[in-house]
Structures are given as structure tokens and as C-alpha cells.
């Protein structure tokens, strides 16, 4: 079974950055995404990559997030700069068992999940 490992979140000031890692612990050429949950709120997606890497981003985050990947170990990184205390939130990585051209922001359609982090931004 799939197994994806989530790392780096913390406490960080507003305008600071973290970056977040992914690991998977095998290949999965499938949809992959990183998602978010602030308190008290629906989980949401940021950002979905398929796999000829084409991508797509909540507005929100867009001109402040950026995705990276090291082939060689199966992970994904998730740079965050410029936060703000509304990024409070706990973020996961997830994929699915499904492919497509463009990959959804809708979090039902990934099946497997890391644990989470929780990233905190105090302003």
C-alpha cells in the first residue's frame, strides 16, 4: 500500500516561509496534490500536479507557493512564502489511484493521504 510521509511544518511570522515535504514510499505516476485544513474549516486543495506536471493552484496561494519534486526519492516539496496567519492550517499531501489531464482540488478525489502538519503563522 501507498505510503506518503508529510514533514516541515512549524510556527512561523507573517511574511516568513516553511517548506513542506513529501515522501512517497513508492513510485505513483498518478495525481498528486497538497491540501490544507484550517480550524474549524472544510479541507482544500492548493495546488494538484499530474503526471506530465502540469498544474493547479487555489488562487489564494498561487503567487505565493511553489512545488518542487527530487525524482530520486519520491518526494514533493511545498515552498510557502509570504504567509499569513489565514495559512494556519494543518496541510497534507495526498495522490490518487487515478489519472488526469488536469487533476481536481476536490479532496475526495485522492485516496491516499500523509499524516499532516500543522503549520502555524502568527502574525
Known amino acids: 500500500q501507498l505510503r506518503l510521509v508529510v514533514s516541515g511544518g512549524g510556527s512561523v511570522q507573517a511574511g516568513g516561509s516553511l517548506t513542506l515535504s513529501c515522501t512517497a514510499s513508492?513510485?505513483?505516476?498518478?495525481?498528486m496534490g497538497w491540501f490544507r485544513q484550517p480550524p474549524g474549516k472544510e479541507r482544500e486543495g492548493l495546488v494538484t500536479i499530474a503526471s506530465d506536471g502540469s498544474t493547479r493552484w487555489r488562487d489564494s496561494v498561487k503567487d505565493r507557493f511553489t512545488i518542487s519534486e527530487d525524482n530520486a526519492t519520491n518526494t514533493r516539496y511545498l515552498q510557502m512564502n509570504s504567509l499569513k496567519p489565514e495559512d494556519t492550517a494543518v496541510y497534507y499531501c495526498?495522490?490518487?489511484?487515478?489519472?488526469?489531464?488536469?487533476?481536481?482540488?476536490?479532496?475526495?478525489?485522492?485516496?491516499?493521504w500523509g499524516q499532516g502538519t500543522q503549520v502555524t503563522v502568527s502574525s
Open positions: 495526498a495522490t490518487s489511484s487515478r489519472s488526469r489531464l488536469t487533476c481536481p482540488l476536490v479532496p475526495s478525489f485522492y485516496n491516499y
Open positions: 513508492e513510485y505513483n505516476p498518478n495525481c
